[in-house]
Every structure is written in C-alpha cells, then in structure tokens.
C-alpha cells in the first residue's frame, strides 16, 4: 500500500490518497500518514467493494460499526472522512463526535461538506438514486447533439463546404 500510494501521487501529482473502509483499513491508514501520505477515509456504502447499493446506518449494528470506524480512522490520522449513503442521524452524530471534517455523499447536509459526482449532477449517468440531484440533463442533450449530427452526416447536410478546407 505505501508504495502504490507513493507511485499514484508521484505520478498523478494528486495531494491525497482516499481509502475505503475502517477498521480493516486501519494498520495500512497508520502506515501511511506516518509516512507522511495525506489520507481521507471513507465509511458507509463503499461502492468499491459494495455488491448492493443500501443506504447504511439503519441497524445498531451497522451504527455502532460506522461510528468507531470513523472514529479509529481519525486515530490513525486520517484528514477528513467521506461519509457516503448514510442515515441523517448518524451523520450527524459521526459529525459531531469526530473533530475532522466530514463531506458527504447521501448522508445529508449534517456533514461539514458536500461531494456529487459531476457525471450526476450533469445528468450524464442514467443513474436513479435518491441523493443525487440533477441540475441538467446533459446526457438528453448529447443525445439530442449526435441524433442531429448523424441525420446530417446521412443527408450529406454536413460537411458543408464552409466545414472544409
């Protein structure tokens, strides 16, 4: 783990590395920002390794879990968690008993901050869920664009000499 994160920020010049998970994660987190590695965990729904898209935090169980995660990943020196699918009062409980910031991610607006994939808040993926607002329908749009452009293309209206030199 040190070394693929040393490679992804030497190659990608990104600032932080982001890991998913708690406790299974801890010893690699520890590893990490002892050397010096910036990381952000991530708790709730982890849609790397989650087969199904639940929103989480509706057992004591899963609570319980969710909150010592975030918790035990701020010990190990975590800079911010990503709290993704998760309960409003959870949220908000996570929030409150951590001193690192949260962003979240369908775990209402209880957090410190907020993330939407671009790609969602575009409409660009067709995906249906309920925390992601669309604030355009790109994804009609390049429908619409390339349907247009193909009709033009088959009746010889493009390219027009003005389209070529």
């Given amino acids: 783990?040190?070394?693929?994160?040393?490679?992804?920020?030497?190659?990608?010049?990104?600032?932080?590395?982001k890991l998913e998970g708690g406790k299974k994660i801890y010893n690699i987190v520890k590893t990490l920002t002892k050397s010096k590695i910036p990381v952000m965990g991530h708790v709730g729904l982890l849609p790397?390794?989650?087969?199904t898209f639940k929103y989480k935090g509706?057992?004591?169980?899963?609570?319980?879990k969710i909150l010592n995660d975030a918790k035990l990943l701020e010990s190990a020196g975590v800079f911010s968690i990503v709290l993704e699918c998760v309960e409003t009062s959870l949220a908000k409980k996570v929030t409150n008993q951590i001193s690192i910031p949260t962003i979240g991610i369908?775990?209402?607006n209880n957090c410190d901050?907020?993330?939407?994939?671009?790609?969602?808040?575009?409409?660009?993926?067709?995906?249906?869920?309920?925390?992601?607002?669309?604030?355009?329908?790109?994804?009609?749009e390049i429908k619409k664009?390339?349907?247009?452009?193909?009709?033009?293309?088959?009746?010889?209206?493009f390219p027009l000499k003005k389209h070529s030199y």
């Avoid at 783990?1 to 590395?17: E, F, G, P, W, Y």
């Avoid at 790397?48 to 087969?51: E, I, L, P, R, T």
């Avoid at 660009?124 to 309920?130: A, E, F, G, H, S």
């Avoid at 247009?148 to 010889?156: A, C, E, G, I, R």
């Fill in 58 to 64: 509706k057992k004591n169980s899963e609570r319980n």
């Fill in 48 to 51: 790397q390794s989650d087969k």
């Fill in 145 to 157: 664009a390339v349907s247009n452009y193909s009709k033009d293309v088959k009746q010889k209206k």
């Fill in 113 to 140: 901050g907020q993330i939407l994939v671009l790609d969602d808040l575009i409409g660009l993926n067709p995906i249906d869920v309920r925390f992601v607002k669309k604030y355009s329908n790109i994804r009609k």
């Fill in 106 to 108: 369908g775990a209402s």
């Fill in 1 to 17: 783990a040190l070394s693929n994160a040393k490679k992804i920020i030497s190659k990608t010049k990104c600032d932080a590395v």
